[in-house]
């Protein structure tokens, strides 16, 4: 987008486009949120209907034993211990009503008849819960799970019924078990009672749910009334024993009923382990389904079990996504339009300023001559008249800079100039004066007889090396300002070459401060060799070395040393002092930049070493910083790239 035309026109449909779609996901979102809601809503409204159904199954076998507890016939059979005659009946009330157990007991539990072969009876039924509670001449009714024995004692066919293995199901919960031999069972148990009110016995029955359609079915056809989609069926119902489909009206991918398959692993984390009801999408042996799960408890209150009912989550998938295609259908359509109306609008402001476009450019070319003619009242007319008040404004100002400009040009040359002659003529004969000091100093003259002598002629020393090295500073900053310093790399033991010419140099100024200076990493940085400008290489080291002398601590330490990094090396001078504030270690590098303070002023400098450490690091492809912990020490660091 190189024109300004392109841009208007891309930010407008940016904002369009990021509107619509902004509105269009809000409003998808908020639809689809809408929609699986109301799902939800429906599957658990579904869920208390199923529950009635369940319900209703248990209180009619309840209803079908305390009628029978109650018939003359029943009373008079159990008090006249008449066992054949009350096995008929109960047997022919058991068939009549489709129950799948009915078996009576005498007053301390023990089975006087069953009503499937093979009859067996002698048997304590004493601790059954609900049986302990009907000899208590409680009503009572729950779903409970009947284990293998004692569905063998009612008869075998009950086994066989209940009997499951289990069906490798996807997203279900490891369980070690591979078969289930229990069954599940609505059950009842009513009191019998004679004319005084006394326990003459119990009367208990149920109904095994273990592969018995009747609930599931019911539930479907009252509850989602046979609603199919796409061939699909669209509401299920199952009865699970723990999470096992023992009950069900899912089919697998065989068009079966899906008994034997098992619960999902989130559901069943929440269901049967926390106890609380799941109503979300939940993925049911092969399909997802909006789905409500609750536990079946038994008359202790214990989890055996749960009720399901879901509906097929594909029609309402579907539904949002017609939501959706309307919504970006819509959105796509307003774009079109907004498109060419913004066309022609980016059009009507680009047109003018394209003719400033072309001005600006004569002008960039030199040409101040060039005004524009545009005759518009709006804003951009009120630019064209401002652009042509500037050009005129501009061209008087260039004038006046361009001569302002040689003005400083011969400045800057009479400047460096100056320096370089300045220099050149000291450092002659500071150089000379130097040679007569050393010659005084080590008595070639002659002796040197008094203490104060020596000490007038060490401390002139001083001052001529502080005045050669500040020309030498200024000879270098010379050469840095004028484009002429050259870097000529060879390849160098950098300890030999450019750190022990500087440590013989400054070793009466270390001995005269009493500092000690520890090279560390000795074996390597002797050995050490790169590609740098010996001589400069050398000016660095001298800087920082001159550096740690000058503001490091009498007595103290000065660590000189050398890291090896992937792709450079790393060295560093450190001294203990006074160090550096955080807020200076980068204005220490800049030309003229001293330190403030009594002891900075009293030990004097120029404020060019580190100036021009930084820009001969630079010119060797490297970097250099200041590292600091103010009122202990200082280090400076640079790096030489290797290779």
Known sequence: ???????????????????????????????????????????????????????????????????????????????????????????????????????????????????????????????????RRALQKERVASTEIIPQEELAKEGPELVRQAFLEFVPTPKAKERPETKETSGMMLKAAVPILDINGNVLGVLYGGTLLNRNYEIVDKIKEVVFKGERYKGKETGTATIFQWDLRISTNVKDKNGLRAIGTRLARDVYDQVLENGRAWIDRAFVVNDWYIAAYEPIRNLRNEI????????????????????????????????VLVFFLVYFITRSITKPIGELVKATEGIAGGDFSHEVTIQSKDEVGQLATSFNRMVRTLKVTMEELHAVNQKLQDLNRHYLEMVSFITHELNQPLGVLKGFLILLRDEALGPLKEAKQRQAVATMLRNVNSLINMVQKYLQLGKIESGRLEVNKVRIPVFAEALQPILEDEKQQLDARQMQVIIENEEIFRNLEVEADPILLRIVFSNLIGNALKYGVEKGKIWVGVKEEPKEFVFYVKN????????????????????????????GGTGLGLFNAKEIIERHGGRIWAESEEGKWANFLFTIPKG
Not at 32 to 49: C, F, P, W, Y
Not at 307 to 314: A, D, I, K, S, W
């Open 576 to 603: 203990e002092g006074r160090g550096i504030p955080a807020d200076k270690l980068q204005k220490v590098f800049e030309k003229f930049t001293r330190l403030e303070g009594e002891l900075e002023r009293r030990r």
């Open 1 to 131: 987008f190189r024109s300004l035309g392109s841009k208007l026109l891309f930010s407008f449909l940016l904002v369009v486009l990021g509107g619509g779609l902004a509105s269009s996901l809000i409003g998808t979102r908020m639809v689809g949120n809408t929609i699986m809601t109301e799902a939800q809503k429906k599957v658990r409204h579904d869920l208390d209907s199923a529950w009635l159904v369940y319900e209703e199954k248990l209180r009619r076998i309840k209803d079908v034993l305390d009628l029978t507890a109650k018939r003359d016939l029943v009373i008079r059979c159990l008090k006249e211990g008449q066992v054949e005659s009350l096995r008929r009946e109960l047997e022919k009330i058991r068939l009549d009503y489709q129950l799948d157990i009915l078996t009576a007991t005498d007053q301390r539990g023990i089975v006087i008849t069953r009503t499937r072969y093979p009859y067996q009876g002698g048997d304590f039924q004493g601790n059954d819960e609900l049986v």
């Open 304 to 335: 055996i079990g749960i009720l399901y009912v879901g509906t097929l989550e594909e029609p309402y998938a579907d539904l949002r996504q017609n939501v959706v295609l309307s919504f970006f259908s819509v959105a796509g359509l307003g774009l």
